[in-house]
């Protein structure tokens, strides 16, 4: 089952001076069931008009969306209780303290205070519950509204940059929630410009530039379609190694203590044999890394303007 | 969507503007009646000007009562008798100064007061949703709760009911604060059974206004998400437009707000009469307005995005 479903969504912004805005362009986007979904792009590629489409929050100009199999808006209040959320930076009443916001919010779901005081504990905010949030750090205030998020026990949790203001430790632990709830058998879907952390944390991820997702799928799968994968060799003289290796067709460049052959992985044997046939032989030889930064700039830059408002 | 009124409510009396309203009329009713406490007294009885005065007045009220003033049955507010008509509103009180407190006098008060409240009632509501559009708490709310309609209309009827309590909370205190100068330097006499049956239904239709007022008020700065628009709209209407619009258009009087509004809230008396219009009828327009501006809203949030 899809747990998220978006066809063709197109979303204009009018502009108050006239004119429009794209913030969608057709956008196809599909979410498996289980699991922890990565949402990426750059500022501007529609990632958080894609959340507020799917929660209702705007209408879009075109296409459609659906929610746990529902479509939204029309169907979304027959499944919000499903959904847990957080969009952008979580905004609560900020002359409450915590657990009076979200007993606030567990109050329109039929949630006790039991639980509350649960996801407070869950969430590392036990100690400073009853303080009003006003007086809390942006990274307490995100994750309290992670603590709003999980309050429902959701099937489905869309976290809008979950990790954003808060310092090293406290992604850390964004990070190993956000793998336990999807270890858990729920869907998180995260959108995120923080390419490494998802890269850690998600099974798989689609990639949004221009209103448009340009690759999607699994995350090895994805990383396999940056299109400078090849493999790292290491030897006594780079130079010669590099004469040899062009000499029998493979693209190779040099680096500073490295050569970096363009050819699969899999062909690796072959480099050997050149090298090894000209008496050359090598001290390291190993794929080389492709991080979802070097794919992700490949498919958000340099690409034509396909959006044309 | 009882859910959503209590959460309505509770954020409602947890906001600060609302605690400093409270403070502001717990304060105010405390002064008023300890100035007037201080500065009353009941008249010394001896005081030859003062008892010929009253006597003549006494001697009009029941000429008045009579029927010699030839007042219409029209003219008279519903739980109104003819002699509390001529006594409040008919016959001029006696010139000689009278610094006595008479609990009668108590209606006079409310029509001020009544105005003051209203209008600090109505920047309260635009504040209510304004503050939600400026925090943001809004797109909270309604990842909880997409069902859009019943979250405005639960904002909408919280507003309204914490207006019409307010106001007679506020009116409630006032008369409680003052009472003690008109026991002790002054008369409850002329405060009979009927004098307040008439005034709670007075008092009660000022809090239907409130309500309403209110509920305008909230309905405009949700149209423009934002408090100012609200109230800088209906303040200036009121202060500005109405009046220009009144000396150029004196015959759009019966559709007037101010006009409908002194109808309904005063039972007509002679100064705010509208021809051919009766008390509901105006209390009707002035309902009639607000819906108009809540289907307004209503139709707006629904559509609207929110980011």
């Excluded at chain 1, 799968?221 to 790292?232: F, N, S």
């Excluded at chain 2, 408090?227 to 709209?233: K, R």
């Excluded at chain 2, 002194?262 to 051919?276: E, L, R, S, Y």
Aim: net charge positive; with cysteine.
């Amino acid at each position: 089952m899809q747990v998220i479903e978006a066809e063709g969504l197109r979303k204009e912004y009018r502009r108050l001076r006239g004119g429009r805005t794209l913030a969608l362009a057709g956008l196809d986007l599909s979410v498996p069931e289980g699991g922890v979904f990565g949402f990426l792009g750059p500022n501007g590629a529609g990632k958080t008009t894609t959340i507020r489409a799917l929660l209702g929050l705007v209408r879009p100009t075109a296409g459609r969306c659906r929610l746990l199999g529902v479509d939204t808006p029309g169907a979304l209040p027959t499944v919000i209780q499903r959904v847990g959320s957080i969009v952008e930076t979580p905004t609560l009443y900020p002359r409450f303290s915590g657990r009076r916001n979200l007993e606030l919010l567990g109050r329109l779901a039929g949630i006790g205070r039991r639980r509350v005081s649960e996801i407070l504990e869950q969430v590392g905010l036990s100690g400073r519950a009853d303080e009003s949030v006003k007086t809390y750090s942006l990274g307490m205030k995100q994750r309290l509204g992670i603590g709003a998020a999980l309050l429902k026990d959701p099937e489905l949790l869309i976290l809008d940059e979950p990790a954003n203001g808060l310092d090293p430790a406290g992604i850390k632990e964004v990070r190993d929630l956000v793998r336990r709830l999807g270890g858990e058998g729920r869907t998180v879907f995260v959108s995120s410009h923080q390419l490494s952390e998802v890269q850690q944390m998600c099974d798989r991820v689609a990639i949004l530039s221009r209103g448009r997702s340009v690759a999607s799928g699994p995350v090895a799968e994805v990383l396999a379609r940056g299109g400078h994968a090849g493999v790292v060799v290491r030897l006594a003289d780079l130079q010669a190694g590099m004469s040899v290796l062009r000499e029998a067709g493979l693209q190779t460049d040099l680096d500073t203590d490295h050569l970096t052959v363009i050819i699969p992985p899999s062909e690796a044997a072959r480099i050997s044999e050149v090298l090894a046939a000209r008496g050359l032989f090598v001290s390291e030889l190993r794929a080389q890394e492709v991080s979802l930064e070097t794919v992700f700039l490949e498919l958000t830059q340099n690409r034509p303007d396909e959006v044309k408002p | 969507m009882r859910a959503l009124l209590g959460v309505e409510f509770s954020r409602i009396l947890a906001r600060r503007v609302t605690r400093l309203f409270a403070a502001l009329a717990i304060l105010g009713a405390v002064l008023a009646g300890t100035i007037l406490f201080v500065r009353s007294h009941r008249v010394d009885p001896s005081l030859n000007q003062y008892q010929q005065a009253s006597i003549a007045r006494e001697r009009e009220v029941a000429a008045c009562a009579r029927g010699e003033y030839g007042i219409d049955e029209s003219q008279i507010p519903p739980d109104t008798t003819l002699e509390q008509y001529c006594r409040e509103f008919a016959v001029g009180f006696p010139e000689a100064p009278d610094p006595s407190f008479h609990l009668s006098h108590l209606r006079t008060v409310f029509i001020g007061t009544n105005v003051i409240l209203m209008l600090l009632l109505m920047a309260l509501a635009a504040s209510f949703v304004g503050a939600e559009w400026h925090a943001g708490t809004m797109t909270t709310l309604l990842t909880w709760e997409p069902r859009r309609l019943r979250v405005l209309g639960a904002k909408l009827i919280a507003t309204a009911v914490f207006a019409f309590v307010a106001l007679l909370a506020v009116q409630a205190l006032i008369a409680l604060a003052l009472l003690p100068s008109a026991i002790f330097h002054g008369t409850t006499s002329d405060a009979n059974g009927a004098w307040i049956r008439a005034l709670v239904w007075f008092e009660l239709r000022a809090a239907v206004i409130a309500a309403l007022a209110s509920t305008l008020s909230f309905s405009i700065a949700s149209i423009g998400r934002n408090s100012a628009v609200a109230v800088g709209g209906l303040f200036g209407y009121m202060a500005v437009l109405e009046p220009i619009v009144r000396s150029a258009r004196p015959k759009w009087q019966p559709w007037f707000i101010y006009d409908n509004v002194a109808t309904f809230i005063t039972g007509h008396p002679v100064d705010f009469a509208i021809n051919g219009r009766s008390m509901m009828a105006a209390g009707g327009v002035i309902a009639a307005y607000t819906a108009l501006t809540v289907a307004v809203a209503m139709a707006v949030f629904k559509r609207r995005d929110v980011a």
